[in-house]
């Protein structure tokens, strides 16, 4: 096609082609999410499912911007309707993200609540 054209009419038109390519992709980038990535990963999740997106956040805050992209692209593409709490853990594990989760031991008694040290001073 650039075979008999000079060599700066060919650079020229290369330059320009790249252009409109990066235009493009711009305007494409803009297109794709109507709104914020994370506002369409949250709309999926369960309650369960936004803790363990919040301590994701606090533990991997630069990798899981990445994800929640990539994720959010997937729920428009695929039309997800929900995402629970063990599939979303199970997703993070897979891409090597182990995510530590607050373990709170409560003990029922006379159907009140007790913490372990509540519990070890009610038993001495």
Do not use: W
């Not at 369960?48 to 301590?55: L, M």
């Not at 853990?89 to 182990?98: C, D, K, S, V």
């Amino acid at each position: 096609m650039l075979d008999g054209l000079p060599l700066e009419l060919k650079r020229k038109l290369l330059k320009k082609q790249r252009e409109i390519i990066e235009e493009c992709l711009r305007k494409q980038k803009n297109k794709e999410f109507k709104r914020k990535p994370k506002e369409i990963v949250l709309s999926v999740l369960d309650k369960k499912a936004k803790e363990v997106f919040a301590e994701a956040e606090k533990q991997y805050p630069g990798v899981i911007d990445y994800i929640t992209e990539v994720l959010a692209k997937y729920i428009i593409e695929k039309s997800v309707k929900s995402i629970d709490a063990y599939e979303l853990y199970n997703l993070l594990l897979a891409l090597g993200l182990e995510v530590r989760l607050p373990l709170k031991i409560k003990f029922v008694r006379h159907g009140k609540e007790f913490s372990v040290e509540e519990y070890v001073k009610d038993e001495e």
